[in-house]
């Protein structure tokens, strides 16, 4: 097998970010000895859920056994299909990610298992959508159908404005590639997509304050 370097896009305050985490989560638990510190650790699981290297090019390049995961895969599908809701701000920001549902469930349907509606309504916060959340009136959406009178092209197209920056929201969960081929058992996605909102939005504020 080759080796190469690779760089990885993310800053070293984030590298340092996820080794104190993994220093602190060592400690709780006792851990024995590993043969990777908790950089060389932290840095095995940035590339992991940004680069979406599966476990054995990872155990390759890190000099580690991957005796102790196993990818889960659908033997039928060859791949795994979910549902995470995304709620993100005007701004563009992530501000919440659910837990995984199967890929077959439908938008509308995923969000009230949620409670996603309900909890929004409350606040009194003016909901955007995509045409997945059709049928409720607590989201907005655009119109469907051909032949659509002027109005509601305009509409439509204010409406694809203002959503953009959620767009840009689910652009930049989906950069981490695990998030697009997932490696192990789905039902532990909706921990992966946490995570990596947790690390997007330091990547967001760094970016923020350096501009």
């Known amino acids: ?25 060592r400690k709780q638990i006792g ?22 290297e599966t476990f054995a090019e990872l155990a390759a ?10 990818p889960f895969y659908s033997g039928k599908h060859r791949k795994h ?4 809701q995304v709620i993100a701000s005007p701004h563009g920001d992530i501000v919440w990610v659910s837990g ?29 959508g995509d045409k997945g959340y059709l ?5 907005r959406t655009p119109y469907r159908g051909r032949n659509k009178p002027a109005s509601q092209k305009d509409a439509n197209r204010a409406h694809a404005r203002l959503r953009a920056p959620g767009e840009r929201a689910n652009a930049q969960l989906k950069s981490w590639r695990i998030v697009r081929k997932l490696r192990c058992c789905p039902w532990r996605a909706g921990q992966l997509a946490k995570a990596i ?8 504020r760094r970016m923020r304050h350096s501009a």
């Not at 390049?61 to 196993?70: E, I, L, N």
């Not at 995984?100 to 916060?125: F, K, M, N, Q, S």
């Open 31 to 52: 851990s024995p000895w590993r043969k990777l510190n908790p950089g060389r650790q932290a840095l095995l699981v940035l590339a992991y859920l940004r680069k979406g």
């Open 135 to 139: 049928g409720e009136d607590d989201i």
């Open 61 to 70: 390049g890190f000099g580690v056994s991957t005796a102790a995961d196993r």
């Open 197 to 204: 909102h947790v690390l997007q939005a330091r990547e967001n």
């Open 81 to 84: 299909g979910m549902n995470l």
């Open 100 to 128: 995984p549902l199967p890929g077959a469930v439908h938008d509308l349907t995923a969000a009230r298992i949620w409670g996603i509606i309900r909890e929004l309504a409350a606040c009194g916060l003016v909901v955007l």
């Open 1 to 25: 097998m080759l080796f190469y370097p690779a760089a990885l896009p993310l800053s070293r305050q984030t590298l340092d970010y996820t080794a104190g985490i993994i220093r602190r989560h």
